[in-house]
């Protein structure tokens, strides 16, 4: 069964400082990981999607890494804002089926 | 393009009342999924559609049931509420197995 984690739990960080945020995975077998955003009170906005044949995507000051031989993504945020703030979900698509499964999140706070 | 919508946005129920959660996309999609949100559970999927006519268990069914009316919506219907049901649901929606998972604005339900 796959298992995803996010380590850690909880980042604050100072105005301008880069965010790095880790995923991990247990099943190699995968379509594709995708990143996303969670507003206190809201739904999930999707950040960037990775195929399992890509090592990256970019989009604008994020960057998501994939290494799906050691089951891991890192998200990358380039000078964080206080906007950032939010909470990032990683999902991974397994080969097997149709269903994202989810890792626990990680709450970040930039302060100004 | 409204996306993924869902109604109601609150909704407080007694134990043992029914009540149907509605879920509609715009965007043409094959897939449909309705998941819930718990503190310290995280995104748990319930039931999804990979097409229209079909429906499959995800990690949590018990005490639910879905219908996919037709290609644009998707229902989940709680038959007798429980306490243990009370929760944030999303809605959400892909075109392929490939491509990004787009999600609802949530509903949140409290069964008292």
């Known amino acids: 069964k796959q298992e995803v984690t996010q380590i850690p739990a909880a980042l604050s960080v100072p105005e301008g400082e880069n965010l790095v945020l880790n995923c991990s995975f247990t099943d190699s077998a995968i379509y594709n990981l995708q990143w996303f955003r969670q507003d206190p009170g809201k739904g999930l906005t999707s950040l960037l999607l990775i195929q399992s044949s890509q090592r990256e995507q970019t989009s604008g000051r994020l960057n998501a890494s994939l290494d799906k031989s050691s089951g891991r993504s890192t998200l990358y945020i380039a000078a964080s804002q206080p906007g950032d703030s939010a909470t990032y979900l990683c999902?991974?698509?397994?080969?097997?089926?149709?269903?994202?499964?989810f890792g626990g999140g990680t709450r970040v706070l930039v302060k100004p | 393009n409204a996306g993924v919508t869902q109604t109601p946005k609150f909704q407080v129920l007694k134990t043992g009342q029914s009540m149907t959660l509605q879920c509609a996309q715009d965007?043409?999609?094959?897939?449909m999924y309705w998941y819930r949100q718990d503190p310290g559970m995280g995104l748990r999927l319930i039931y999804y559609s990979a097409s229209e006519g079909t429906t499959d268990k995800g990690e949590v069914p018990n005490g639910y049931n879905v219908s996919r009316l037709n290609k644009r919506e998707f229902s989940l219907r709680l038959e007798s509420a429980a306490p243990s049901q009370t929760s944030v649901y999303f809605c959400?929606?892909?075109?392929?197995?490939?491509?990004?998972?787009?999600f609802g604005p949530g509903t949140r339900l409290l069964v008292l």
């Open positions: 999902a991974v698509i397994g080969t097997a089926g149709n269903k994202l499964t």
């Open positions: 965007m043409n999609h094959n897939s």
């Open positions: 959400a929606s892909r075109s392929g197995s490939r491509e990004t998972q787009y």
